[in-house]
């Protein structure tokens, strides 16, 4: 009896262990796609990503490169103040996208263009995403804006 009390609480925790080991797995892989990493122009330039590669870019819309193109497409750049980084966009851009202001696109990068699928922008006049000022602040371009 005694042997067999040790036997079904050795089966229990290793059910618990396996179904721990399946689910830690699904999430990983749900999760998978949802995951994008933010990197800064002067990042991109440097360590040039995959071509495969989902991420996120944002700095600030360079002034005088936003050119739109036939149709909804759109070409500009966007800055950290070191590096450049030459973004396409076929899509509505937010209302309140404009030059040398902050955004964050997401999108692959790929023969020297990043090809965004979509475009974050600023909400009121003194928004920039967190990312953003932080690599800024790296380049050591960041203002903060007056109150």
Sequence with gaps: MKNLKKKRRIQIISIAFVSLAVATTLIGVAMKDGINFFKSPTQVVENTPNPNEVFRIGGLVEEGSLLRGVGETVAFNVTDGNESVSVKFTGILP????????????????????????ILAK?????????????????????????
């Design 95 to 118: 209302d309140l996208f404009e030059e040398k202001q902050g955004m964050v696109a997401t999108g692959k990068f790929s023969d020297g263009v990043f090809y965004a699928s979509e």
């Design 123 to 147: 909400h009121d006049e003194s928004y920039m995403p967190k990312e953003v000022i932080d690599a800024l602040k790296e380049q050591g371009v960041y203002q903060e804006p007056n109150k």
